[in-house]
């Protein structure tokens, strides 16, 4: 099962079998050991490999079909890691001239998104408004919390 596992997070993560082994510091010929001479490989490999594709040993040795079950938010980030490691690949053949006008466009663009994503609201308090600004995230939980809370208030007035 670990063999199959480790060939999927090599494939999603679109790297070759010996990117890995060589980010890893194994032998090349140790994904051959283990398909064709039946080989299993040391706890110590399996805890690399698991932390290299940021999953648990459970998923690898097929205990688990969840790659990551404490941790969503981690799973989804290999999926922009795709993205990332296309732009790291694209920017490497680039020259230093050319480096240094992609990245003040990077810089431009996010901070762009952070002015998108942060807007301000005033809150009433006792003593009068306070204004605070809150980023898309939190405009989220403050507009839950607010239905919710009119949720709670319908359903006592009944």
């Known amino acids: 099962m670990y063999l199959q596992r480790v060939s999927e997070l090599i494939k999603i993560n679109k790297i070759t079998n010996n990117k890995m082994l060589d980010d890893l510091g194994l ?27 940021n999953v648990t040993t459970d998923y690898l040795l097929g205990l688990s079909d969840d790659p990551n079950p404490s941790n969503k ?18 920017f490497r053949t680039l020259s230093d001239l050319d480096k240094g006008e992609v990245l003040g466009e990077l810089k431009y663009k996010s901070l762009e998104n952070k002015k998108r994503d942060t807007k301000t609201y005033s809150i009433a308090a006792r003593d ?19 239905d919710n809370a009119k949720t709670t208030r319908e359903r006592n007035l009944y």
């Open 27 to 53: 032998s090349h010929n140790m994904i051959y050991n283990w398909s064709k001479r039946n080989q299993t490989p040391n706890s110590d490999t399996i805890i690399k490999i698991a932390k290299y594709f």
């Open 73 to 90: 938010e981690e799973t989804e980030k290999l999926v922009s890691n795709e993205a990332e490691e296309r732009l790291i690949e694209y």
């Open 128 to 146: 009068g408004q306070k204004t605070i600004e809150l980023n898309k995230e939190q405009r989220e939980k403050l507009a839950e919390s607010v």
